[in-house]
């Protein structure tokens, strides 16, 4: 079945310990990005990645880090979490935008909460 | 950049009513324009997009229409059923551009 697949739903954890949220995508998209959501602010770009080694900010990046080593994962990374970044996070992959479009397949989401 | 705003943010029809959303862009040259349903607990699925060279198209219940001169799309459901509650996020790109821009949801209730 083709899928984003993002782990864990959900994490629950203290200011300033490093945490990991993984995502892994079986369609062999290049495309891939991170956004949160937040109540009346929908869905903000945090990175993305047009390919292996390729990433670039989106508009929300502080805080944040990703790598992308091989084509099916994309892990985000916040090396010192702060309460302002307790949100619901979602993992999506396409096959990139460079032609005007293309679908982006979301992940069931991340719910962070940073004490 | 691209912004998308949506309205209204949130719409509560009657089961069997017609349901419309509307989206504004401001990019000219934005050319591809989806629409996503997020259930609870899911993330976004695409359920419609429509390109700047299409000025409506349809599959079963839902339809999206494009006005490139005023900037706008809507989506619209006709015959709403309880299972169309959930938030519907409009987004827009441009061709060559490697990003999407959301709007900011809105939140469909449909009353039984």
């Known amino acids: 079945e083709a899928q984003v697949t993002q782990n864990p739903r959900y994490l629950i954890t203290v200011t300033g310990k490093k945490l990991t949220v993984t995502c892994s995508q079986n369609?062999?998209?290049?495309?891939m990005s991170w956004y949160r959501q937040d109540p009346g602010l929908g869905l903000r770009q945090i990175y993305y990645?047009?390919?292996?080694?390729?990433?670039d900010k989106g508009d929300v990046p502080e805080g944040y880090k990703v790598s992308r080593k091989e084509k099916r994962n994309f892990p985000l990374i916040l090396e010192s979490p702060s309460p302002n970044q307790t949100s619901l996070y979602f993992c999506?992959?396409?096959f990139g935008y460079g032609q005007g479009g293309s679908p982006l397949h979301f992940g069931n989401g991340t719910r962070l909460t940073v004490t | 950049g691209e912004n998308v705003e949506q309205h209204p943010s949130t719409l509560s029809v009657q089961e069997g009513d017609s349901a419309v959303i509307k989206c504004t862009y401001s990019?000219?040259?934005?050319?591809?324009f989806p629409w996503y349903k997020q259930e609870l607990g899911k993330g976004p699925q695409l359920i419609i997009d429509?390109?700047?060279?299409?000025g409506e198209k349809k599959d079963q219940r839902i339809a999206v229409t494009l006005n490139k001169t005023a900037k706008h799309f809507s989506l619209h459901i006709t015959e709403t059923q309880p299972e169309d509650s959930a938030v519907y996020f409009c987004?827009?790109?441009?061709?060559?551009?490697?990003?999407?821009?959301f709007g900011k949801g809105n939140q469909v209730v449909v009353i039984p």
């Open positions: 999506a992959s396409s």
């Open positions: 369609m062999n998209h290049e495309y």
């Open positions: 990645s047009m390919n292996v080694e390729v990433t």
């Open positions: 990019d000219s040259a934005s050319n591809y």
């Open positions: 429509i390109r700047s060279n299409v």
């Open positions: 987004a827009a790109s441009t061709y060559g551009n490697n990003r999407l821009a």
